[in-house]
């Protein structure tokens, strides 16, 4: 082997072994899994309205619009970070390690975007299932669903 091949055979390794230790492949794999959930729960969202509108109540109707319109929007900011996380994946493959020293903390708060509409989501949730156990006409408050619950 001459001493060519050897250093174009180093340069290879090296650019083999920054592609494993990919600091963003984590973020880009829950961000992925955060659009399949979401994309799951809409599609479940949509599949379970009834074919004529007058068959919702108004509580269930306030309740699967909530669920529809904060999961999408979910979607959209994961989708959207996931586009940036992956532009900061190709300026880490380019420059090295400091390009990802530099951006990490800034990854990990875009990462908490999406979770923010989801939550309010799942707080949709709960109040349409007090709604569903105690019969009310018309979506509890927070609090109030908690009680229902636990009550």
Known sequence: ???????EASKSLEE???RRVDSYRPFLQFLIGHLTFTGIILVGALA???KTGAELTPPMAAALGGVVAWM???ALA??????VVQGLRLLFLKRGRQAADEWIKTTYALCVLPIVPGFIAVLYCVRA???LLGKTPVLPQLFDAFKNLFV
């Open 1 to 7: 082997m001459t001493l060519d091949e050897y250093i």
């Open 72 to 74: 999408a929007i979910s």
């Open 16 to 18: 083999a072994r920054q």
């Open 78 to 83: 994961a989708s959207l970070v996931a586009l």
């Open 48 to 50: 379970s309205l009834p």
């Open 129 to 131: 299932g007090a709604a």
